[in-house]
């Protein structure tokens, strides 16, 4: 029998995986149903950590966050996982090729993996991301790593969405010079050189060691650099208690809750733009409005005449 909305709402408030799944599939198909979900649910419990794991491509992101989701697990964490492909999640193809090795953890009630599609929003990442977190945060999870398509330019915006930032970084991918091109040096909070066991990796985490030495502002926090092997869970411990770490001294300076704050302002922005986006579709799908297009192409009427009306009958139609 299909659920109600009503249903699925309650459902992922009572931790029901079944419900969190089809929500996770409506603000994918529709990232709007994001507005109608928020306001049904009791409160956002606003608890939920976010881990950004990026880099380039090679770089064994996946076989990391795989890694630290055990770590995690270990402390008794609930985990929700959201793998950003460059394409739809339905296509496979060598990503989600990598991705297999998370499914050992498909059986873990504790622990939710999601691929989701980039889409071209926000950048590398899918605009629904933000709003899967919020659903994570309403279903209990205490932390959410989201692990990015790793294309350049295009994953810096995960610093829009997560509270850390972890750059994973290879010595064969670039050297350090790619990556202060890439801008991934302006973002990373740890930086982690990993498949440690070949040429140049302690070479690399030198020269990115100094280059964020270069950047060090007035914060207190010394951005680390570490090596590891994460195919052979070498490094991944210290990895993990760096980022413990790094949440402690931000929740405890206060600085946190701060960038939580500015992010809920960017977040404001793009979805006051997407709401517009979504009320002017269903506008132009009315007579008025056809009727004004149909006056334009007749040459009647010009553009700038018809903006106050348009966004009349967009105050008109709510």
């Not at 794991?53 to 270990?74: D, H």
């Not at 959201?82 to 090795?101: M, Q």
């Not at 991944?236 to 760096?242: F, P, Y």
């Not at 269903?282 to 966004?311: H, N, Q, S």
């Amino acid at each position: 029998m299909k659920r109600s909305y009503k249903d699925l709402i309650k459902g992922l408030e009572s931790n029901d995986r079944v419900c969190l799944s089809k929500l996770i599939s409506s603000v994918e198909s529709n990232t709007s149903s994001i507005f109608r979900i928020v306001s049904s649910v009791k409160k956002i419990p606003n608890k939920i950590y976010t881990i950004g794991i990026t880099g380039p491509p090679g770089a064994g992101k996946s076989t990391l966050t795989n890694q630290v989701i055990k770590k995690l697990r270990a402390q008794g964490l609930k985990i929700g996982v959201v793998a950003i492909d460059p394409s739809s999640p339905f296509t496979g193809g060598a990503v989600l090729g990598d991705r297999v090795r998370m499914q050992e953890h498909s059986l873990d009630r504790s622990v939710f993996i999601r691929s989701v599609g980039s889409r071209g929003d926000l950048g590398g990442l899918s605009y629904s991301t933000s709003s899967i977190i919020k659903l994570f945060d309403i279903f209990g999870m205490d932390i959410a790593i989201i692990e990015t398509v790793g294309v350049g330019q295009t994953e810096l915006d995960i610093i829009k969405i997560s509270d850390s930032v972890v750059v994973t970084l290879v010595p064969e991918a670039g050297d350090s010079i790619q990556a202060m091109k890439a801008g991934l040096m302006e973002i990373g909070d740890i930086f982690i050189v990993n498949k440690a066991d070949r040429g140049g990796a302690e070479k690399l985490a030198r020269e990115i060691d100094y280059m964020v030495s270069l950047k060090q502002g007035s914060t207190q926090w010394k951005t680390k650099v570490l090596t590891a092997q994460a195919e052979n869970d070498i490094g991944v411990d210290e990895l993990v208690t760096e980022i413990i770490s790094f949440r402690e001294y931000e929740e405890s300076s206060g600085l946190l809750i701060k960038k939580r704050n500015k992010r809920k302002i960017s977040e404001l922005n793009t979805l006051v733009e997407k709401r517009l986006r979504n009320e002017l579709e269903k506008t132009k799908e009315t007579a008025t409005f056809k009727d004004m297009v149909l006056k334009l192409e007749k040459g009647l009427l010009e553009p700038e005449v018809l903006v106050d009306k348009v966004i009349n009958l967009i105050k008109k139609n709510n």
